[in-house]
């Protein structure tokens, strides 16, 4: 009985150190600017696309009509929780005003201009117009407002961003450090978690198909002449190829929240998913969709190798300055680790 | 090189930094991530409609509504399957005819564009009922929800080009096998193609005044 309970006792305390660890640690926060650049362009160019159509579905006689929309959320006879500014625009001009400036918050949120104000409108931009056309959506829109809704949490703006030059000339042209933040750390860890419940459900959903168990479902894809943006039909003299391509997918995507975590692992998983996504782009058309994937795949990117791939666009001082808080908190952390292991203090969930 | 890594998961001793914190905001915050990991499960795991999903569902609605994580995530499953298109046929009001499909490749520019209207023509595909096993494809139903839409594609057509009168017409572009284009078949052939009439529509179907006169007479 003491057996049980020691090991439950354990596995308790290793549980909510485990727990501290992947939600609380304080992180740099440059892995989350570099999402809100890349995830920032993506919602202006997804969003100057609608500029094309805007009256079309938009607009009072919209491809999607208000009955359609309710339809398509499914709450025709019940309480609706879904919400788009876009029903109360009620003329042209409304609706043209609201959209430039719908424009401009992605393309501040982008630039990093005043990040914690602008990633709240930009969810709050975004969401409004998918559900306003609910019928003209697919994952891009989902992933979108993904990114989207992460990027209100974090200080998306503490790094690369437009904020930190002005902080900088308030400070007399001093760069303040971009400070490790567990907040940060709160919007990645949500990102990747959120990326790992998208990929598994993906990979679980194509095993309802008998294309994808039996190795041919990417042949479905290569001979839809609708999606077709590069001719691969060769592949009919291939059908094994196929076949390991179709497989490999679908294992990836079931396997992918299990082999990202360890750390080995990770850049051969992550690889993976450049070939994967940038296919689907290619070949099939769905450059964005592709793109916002990989955008979304960013999240499992470690601060330190962000801000190597990029060294020319932060400054040295900025890294150094970067380093030494990360140092101090690493102090802080291997002394206070230390008490833990020695039972002087205890970890509190 | 500064910040040099020592390990590929984080530079120096790779020991993580101690949480900055307080316990107290910590466990409101756990209490809320693990309220909302849950949330991100309540979609997939609904689509298709399963018992867990459901129980879920009745509690989780209003905050996947409102967050926008009502989602099943089956990207591209079961299966790729056949693609589909709405073609119309347009009466104008000054006796012309205008035909157009869509998704329509070259009017449809640039590409995340022809995938809004490609999304159009296949969602009305997504709303198909069981259908009727005894009628040929093209002689299928339509269910409640295609309905809904045609007649919502067909006013704003009809607004569009201020035309009197609008067909619509639905086309399935089938798939060949690998076996039928290695034996010549083009993508393009016209076996692929099959199509089913959506509706004609005028705008007196979408004027409520009119509409109220014809149902009272039929009433009457």
Same mark, same amino acid.
């Given at each position: 009985m003491n057996l049980v309970r020691g090991y439950l006792s354990e596995l308790r305390r290793a549980a909510v150190a485990e727990w501290n660890r992947f939600w609380f640690t304080p992180a740099d926060p440059v892995t989350l600017a570099l999402i809100r650049i890349l995830a920032g362009a993506m919602l202006l160019y997804t969003h100057l696309?609608?500029?094309? %159509?805007?009256?079309?579905?938009?607009?009072?006689?919209?491809?999607?009509?208000?009955?359609? *929309?309710?339809? *398509?959320?499914?709450?025709?006879?019940?309480?609706?929780?879904?919400?788009?500014?876009?029903?109360?625009?009620?003329?042209?001009?409304?609706?043209?005003? *609201?959209?430039?400036? %719908? &424009?401009?918050?992605?393309?501040?949120?982008?630039?990093?201009?005043?990040?914690? $104000?602008?990633? $709240?409108? @930009?969810?709050?931009?975004?969401?409004?117009?998918?559900?306003?056309?609910p019928g003209a959506l697919f994952g891009l829109d989902q992933i979108n407002c993904m990114l989207a809704m992460y990027l209100m949490i974090g200080p998306s703006g503490a790094a690369w961003s437009l904020d930190r030059l002005l902080a900088a000339r308030k400070g007399r042209g001093r760069l303040p450090p971009a400070e490790p933040s567990t907040s940060a750390n709160l919007a990645i860890r949500l990102m990747q978690l959120q990326m790992c419940v998208i990929y598994f459900f993906a990979g679980l959903g194509k095993l309802h198909g008998e294309s994808w168990w039996g190795g041919d479902a990417i042949w479905g894809a290569v001979a839809n002449l609708e999606y077709q943006s590069l001719d691969m039909t060769w592949l009919a003299s291939w059908p094994l190829t196929v076949a390991v391509i179709t497989q490999v997918t679908v294992y990836w995507e079931l396997f992918f929240c299990a082999l990202v975590w360890p750390r080995?692992?990770?850049?051969?998983?992550?690889?993976? @998913?450049?070939?994967?996504?940038? %296919?689907?782009? $290619?070949?099939?058309?769905?450059?964005?969709?592709? &793109?916002?994937?990989?955008?979304?795949?960013?999240?499992?990117?470690?601060?330190?190798?962000?801000?190597?791939?990029?060294?020319?666009?932060?400054?040295? %001082?900025?890294?150094?300055?970067? *380093?030494?808080?990360?140092?101090?908190l690493r102090k802080r952390g291997s002394r206070d680790a230390g008490k833990v292991a020695s039972g002087k203090i205890r970890v509190e969930s | 090189?500064?910040?040099? /890594?020592?390990?590929?998961?984080?530079?120096?001793?790779?020991?993580?930094?101690? /949480?900055?914190?307080?316990?107290?905001?910590?466990?409101?915050?756990?209490? #809320?991530?693990? #309220?909302?990991?849950?949330?991100? #499960?309540?979609? /997939?795991?609904?689509?298709p409609d399963s018992i867990i999903g459901r129980f879920l569902g009745r509690f989780y609605r209003p905050y996947i509504e409102a967050a926008y994580l009502n989602h099943g995530y089956k990207f591209f499953g079961p299966d790729p399957g056949p693609s589909h298109m709405v073609r119309y046929e347009l009466e104008l009001a000054d006796g012309g005819s205008l035909k157009g499909v869509f998704p329509d490749r070259e009017e449809h520019r640039p590409r995340l564009l022809y995938h809004r209207h490609f999304m159009l023509s296949e969602f009305i595909m997504g709303l198909s009922s069981a259908g009727d096993p005894r009628l040929p494809w093209e002689k299928q139903p339509l269910s409640e929800g295609q309905r809904v839409y045609s007649r919502s594609y067909a006013q704003h057509l009809l607004e569009k080009h201020q035309a009197t009168r609008v067909t619509l017409y639905f086309v399935e572009h089938?798939?060949?096998? /690998?076996?039928?284009?290695?034996?010549?078949?083009?993508?393009?052939?016209? +076996? #692929?193609?099959?199509?089913?009439?959506?509706?004609?529509?005028?705008?007196?179907?979408?004027?409520?005044?009119?509409?109220?006169? +014809?149902?009272?007479?039929? +009433?009457?």
């Open positions: 696309v609608w500029t094309l %159509g805007l009256t079309d579905f938009f607009g009072d006689h919209s491809w999607v009509s208000a009955e359609a *929309a309710a339809l *398509a959320h499914g709450t025709g006879d019940a309480t609706s929780y879904v919400w788009s500014y876009h029903w109360l625009l009620r003329s042209p001009a409304a609706l043209w005003t *609201a959209h430039i400036a %719908g &424009l401009v918050v992605f393309a501040m949120l982008t630039l990093g201009l005043f990040s914690r $104000v602008t990633s $709240v409108l @930009a969810y709050l931009v975004a969401v409004s117009y998918v559900n306003r056309v080995l692992l990770r850049p051969l998983v992550l690889s993976l @998913a450049i070939p994967l996504h940038l %296919g689907i782009a $290619v070949c099939m058309g769905m450059i964005t969709f592709g &793109l916002v994937m990989l955008i979304g795949c960013v999240s499992f990117v470690p601060p330190w190798l962000v801000r190597r791939l990029f060294s020319g666009v932060s400054s040295a %001082g900025e890294d150094e300055q970067s *380093a030494k808080g990360n140092e101090g | 090189m500064p910040n040099q /890594p020592s390990s590929y998961f984080a530079p120096g001793s790779g020991t993580p930094a101690a /949480p900055r914190w307080s316990p107290h905001v910590r466990a409101v915050v756990s209490v #809320l991530v693990a #309220l909302h990991v849950v949330a991100l #499960l309540v979609g /997939p795991l609904s689509v089938l798939l060949p096998s /690998p076996e039928e284009v290695l034996g010549g078949m083009k993508l393009d052939d016209q +076996r #692929l193609y099959r199509t089913r009439k959506l509706g004609t529509y005028t705008p007196d179907d979408f004027d409520d005044t009119v509409a109220a006169a +014809r149902d009272a007479e039929e +009433r009457q």
